[in-house]
């Protein structure tokens, strides 16, 4: 009897054991789960452990960084994207305006952006020729000091334009000592896009009136010689010096040699 008892018990144990063909079941503690991770701006975060709704937003932050840096790659091969890389003015913001910026918002200059696939241009309500530049021209001088868009384009190319277009010494030349004013407040600005923008100014300005300049030039070099040290504007400042004696004359040509004694024609 107790032989088969015995016989019975190994027979019940070997029954138990899984059989050759049927492959061994692993512990629910051994199954394989996907890995939670995801990229976020070129890192690596999450794991095993983390949660669904943890991966959700993790997930979403990779797509809205994946969206940023494609839309800064368009920018940045878009052609008309120079000009508008100043930082655009907020029109709901409550802040002071400036002099032109406030003179544009209330729609007292006569042109607005015509915006281009490749570049930007100025339409005029009416041709600059036809315009009284008094006050106009004084509040463009005065918005070459902006650092916002579209107030920088706006300033900067009306102002060329003006002093370019037909009749503009008659009408410029009597502006000279107001012109030279804003300008020097311009020529002080520690920002270089301002200081540029002003050397350009002091080029149109001089070939519009020519020797009228003459008599500022002592006001204009002490600005434009102190600045002389700003990186990668040294040949802008000496264009601009040889500008001003080419259209002053001999008269220049001294004044210019008494700020500047190393100064010499080329």
């Not at 868009?149 to 190319?157: L, W």
């Not at 080029?203 to 002592?218: E, N």
Request: charge should be positive; proline fraction near 6%.
């Amino acid at each position: 009897a107790r032989r088969n008892t015995a016989g019975a018990g190994v027979g019940s144990r070997l029954s138990a054991r899984p059989s050759r063909s049927q492959p061994a079941r692993r512990p629910p503690s051994a199954t394989k789960r996907p890995s939670r991770l995801a990229s976020v701006g070129g890192k690596i975060v999450g794991g095993p452990g983390t949660k669904l709704s943890q991966f959700q937003s993790m997930t979403r932050m990779r797509w809205y960084a994946n969206r940023q840096n494609r839309s800064k790659s368009s920018e940045s091969i878009r052609p008309s994207a120079k000009f508008d890389r100043n930082k655009a003015d907020d029109p709901f913001a409550k802040k002071k305006l400036t002099n032109f910026a406030y003179v544009y918002k209330c729609g007292r200059i006569p042109c607005r952006i015509n915006h281009g696939s490749v570049s930007h241009k100025l339409q005029w309500d009416i041709e600059p020729c036809n315009l009284d530049y008094d006050p106009l021209l004084l509040q463009m001088a005065e918005g070459l000091a902006e650092c916002q868009h579209p107030y920088v384009f706006i300033a900067s190319r009306g102002f060329k334009e003006l002093l370019e277009a037909k009749g503009s010494h008659e009408k410029a030349t009597p502006l000279t000592k107001k012109l030279v004013f804003i300008l020097r407040q311009s020529l002080k600005s520690r920002n270089p896009d301002v200081f540029a923008r002003a050397l350009d100014g002091l080029q149109l300005l001089s070939t519009c009136v020519g020797p009228a300049l003459d008599s500022h030039l002592s006001a204009l070099l002490v600005q434009v010689n102190r600045k002389s040290l700003f990186k990668g504007l040294e040949t802008k400042i000496n264009e601009t010096i040889e500008i001003l004696a080419e259209n002053g004359g001999d008269r220049a040509v001294k004044i210019i040699k008494t700020k500047v004694p190393t100064f010499s024609m080329c």
